[in-house]
């Protein structure tokens, strides 16, 4: 596609229930990041994909907190038994390998917990 | 591990002051830097970089220059607009973790006409 793509763009939730946020990168781009902004927190690094490597997953806040990333492209990013404080914009943004480190962003998931 | 402070926001300035927002950073090898900018109801997109020590990264007349002896990637505009309110982000990517990229906490700038 043109750009990267997150889906949905607003969600939601009561405290407890599951959510998952679609992230679809720029055809080609080997490496995706997911980065959770919150409000006087800036941007927290979550998890990091690179090719078929494993995955950085040094920013993820807790175990209820997952991702995965099919095929080597759209990736999906779990947040169970969601609580308030997860409340916050996630963001996706893609990179060409060795791109020199110019990150592509998303517009963002807005995710409320009620 | 590897991370950036950038000075607390928000700034205020008015048309056509000087600008300088502060980003410094701590990093055990030798990282590009990056400044991006989030323009109000829009995504994060890259506004300059720099990727070796003296490297000065410039765009839409912005400038910040990569300082190894003070670890500093400081932000400068001679002559700031309305348009130029945004916030602004300093990054490094770290170059022992295969480009993970860490971003600081972000600067609100506003521009007063």
């Known amino acids: 596609g043109a750009g990267v793509s997150q889906s949905p763009s607003n969600k939601v939730t009561e405290k407890g229930k599951d959510v998952e946020l679609r992230c679809d990168p720029i055809?080609?781009?080997?490496?995706l990041y997911w980065y959770r902004q919150s409000l006087g927190q800036g941007l927290e690094f979550l998890i990091y994909?690179?090719?078929?490597?494993?995955?950085?997953k040094s920013g993820l806040p807790s175990d209820r907190f997952s991702a995965e990333r099919t095929g080597g492209s759209v990736s999906t990013l779990t947040i169970q038994r969601t609580q308030q404080e997860d409340s916050a914009v996630y963001l996706c943004?893609?990179?060409?390998?060795?791109?020199?480190?110019?990150?592509?962003f998303g517009e963002g998931s807005r995710l409320t917990v009620l | 591990g590897d991370s950036v402070t950038q000075m607390e926001g928000p700034v205020t300035l008015s048309e056509e002051a000087f600008l300088t927002i502060n980003c410094t950073y701590t990093?055990?090898?030798?990282?590009?830097l990056f400044w991006y900018v989030q323009y109000p109801g829009e995504g994060l997109q890259l506004l300059l970089k720099?990727?070796?020590?003296?490297d000065k990264g410039s765009n839409k007349g912005f400038e910040a220059t990569y300082r190894k002896e003070t670890t500093s990637f400081h932000l400068e505009k001679g002559s700031v607009q309305v348009s130029d309110s945004a916030v602004y982000f300093c990054a490094l990517s770290e170059t022992d973790r295969d480009d993970k990229i860490i971003f600081g906490k972000g600067t609100r700038l506003h521009i007063l006409p």
């Open positions: 055809s080609g781009h080997t490496a």
């Open positions: 990093a055990t090898g030798y990282p590009s």
């Open positions: 943004a893609s990179r060409l390998q060795g791109g020199d480190g110019e990150l592509f």
């Open positions: 994909f690179q090719g078929n490597s494993a995955p950085d």
């Open positions: 720099a990727t070796k020590a003296d």
